[in-house]
């Protein structure tokens, strides 16, 4: 449960960062906590559950952009997509979690107007 709990905040970077814009980005991953959650039983202790967790994240988005099916979505490359998860992976939760937060500072010294942007 702490591996899970525990890199959230890089998970859902890495989503946005696949997805950008995307309203959909806390269904997608609360739809890969499920799915983590009902195959931990699948999980190998000693292997990275880190890595596997991204793996799920990634073919839930890829999920999620296949039933939208509209020609006006960003697509991200595949090898893209895995250099990004290979990026966040490397991260510590700390920074991560720093991150995010300087972020939310910035974005909140926007105007509503640019920040929609």
Request: proline share 3%.
């Amino acid at each position: 449960m702490a591996d899970l709990t525990g890199h959230q905040a890089a998970l859902h970077a890495f989503l946005t960062s696949i997805l950008p814009g995307q309203s959909a980005v806390d269904d997608i991953l609360q739809q890969a906590n499920i799915y983590l959650w009902e195959h931990r039983a699948d999980f190998k202790p000693g292997t990275s559950f880190k890595s596997w967790a991204f793996t799920v994240a990634r073919w839930q988005a890829r999920a999620w952009l296949t039933k939208q099916k509209r020609g006006n979505w960003l697509i991200v490359d595949d090898r893209l997509a895995e250099a990004l998860s290979a990026s966040f992976e490397a991260a510590s939760p700390e920074e991560s979690t720093d991150s995010i937060h300087a972020l939310r500072v910035c974005l909140g010294k926007l105007k509503e107007s640019d920040r929609l942007l």
